[in-house]
């Protein structure tokens, strides 16, 4: 008997042990933004690399004019919300994110914030409406990233607010999740007023494309200059460090491993609201296999 409860004890303690590691797996995680190659492969594949805890779809790229659409770089719309779906059910979060590159969007007047967020919720979240296109069929994207990189910074405040308070639909659930992807020299003007509503769960901020803050140019002691900012403005949310996951044409903004391992990540995870890593794009990780070696290094 005491050899049996001595096994039972010690399979409750492992079980405990594994809900921890799981818990701490899922809190400090790697996210990948998704939709820019069509030789990234689906996103369905992307997901059961089993690397990633959070997918971003790029880019809902038009929008503030009376037209609403996406470009996924040739992806075919018909399977990706199934993929979404499979995405979900293992536990992946699945995110849409807005803006891009593009000079297809702003939001010029209070009557165009509203306009989007309804557009959002109807033809992406939880709404429905006749005459609203699906693009992804029944599938609900987990929340909206705001990746706004072009344009003046106008309204996307009234934006935020307008798709926090749809969560009033989800009755406790974890409702409209709200993300940033801002330029790593703090602050970024362009979202600065949309951050300060305090409504956004994470920032992602990206800590390449400006010489100014990747740490191939300033080192570890440049990136924390910034990192510092943010984690201290916003409190509230987590910080995730964001960066390339290959070289641009032209630039060199790739963090080394051992770099990553030893000097950039013991800094930056002492911020207590850090949050993990992202990582642009899964077309260039498929390519390089960065991610694959920042998560079998253990070091999120």
Not at 31 to 36: D, I
Not at 134 to 151: K, L, S, T, Y
Not at 176 to 192: G, K, Q, S
Not at 216 to 237: C, E, F, I, L
């Amino acid at each position: 008997m005491a050899l049996g409860r001595r096994s039972s004890v010690a399979a409750l303690l492992a079980l405990c042990f594994l809900a921890a590691t799981a818990t701490a797996a899922a809190e400090y995680g790697l996210t990948v933004f998704w939709g820019r190659n069509k030789d990234e492969g689906s996103l369905g594949e992307a997901c059961d690399t089993g690397i990633y805890n959070t997918v971003i779809i790029s880019f809902y790229s038009v929008f503030g004019h009376g037209r609403y659409w996406g470009d996924l770089s040739g992806h075919p719309l018909y399977n990706i919300g199934a993929d979404i779906q499979h995405c979900q059910r293992k536990g992946i979060l699945v995110l849409l994110s807005i803006g891009g590159g593009g000079s297809e969007y702003s939001l010029p007047t209070s009557q165009s914030a509203a306009d989007v967020a309804d557009n959002l919720w109807n033809a992406h979240l939880g709404g429905s409406r006749r005459g609203v296109f699906r693009p992804f069929g029944n599938a609900v994207v987990d929340g909206i990233d705001f990746f706004i990189d072009q344009g003046a910074p106008g309204h996307y405040a009234e934006l935020v607010t307008r798709l926090s308070g749809y969560n009033k639909h989800y009755r406790g659930a974890p409702g409209v999740r709200l993300t940033a992807t801002p330029r790593c020299v703090f602050p970024d003007w362009r979202i600065e007023q949309a951050l300060d509503t305090g409504l956004f769960e994470r920032i992602h901020v990206r800590f390449y494309g400006d010489d100014r803050c990747s740490y191939p140019h300033v080192y570890k002691d440049g990136v924390m200059a910034q990192w510092n900012k943010w984690t201290a403005r916003y409190p509230r949310s987590k910080i995730y460090l964001g960066l390339p996951a290959a070289n641009a044409p032209g630039r060199n903004d790739m963090v080394g491993l051992m770099s990553m391992n030893y000097d950039l990540m013991p800094s930056v995870k002492q911020a207590p609201n850090y949050g993990g890593v992202m990582l642009w794009d899964r077309y260039h990780d498929k390519l390089t296999g960065y991610g694959r070696d920042i998560y079998n290094a253990g070091n999120i």
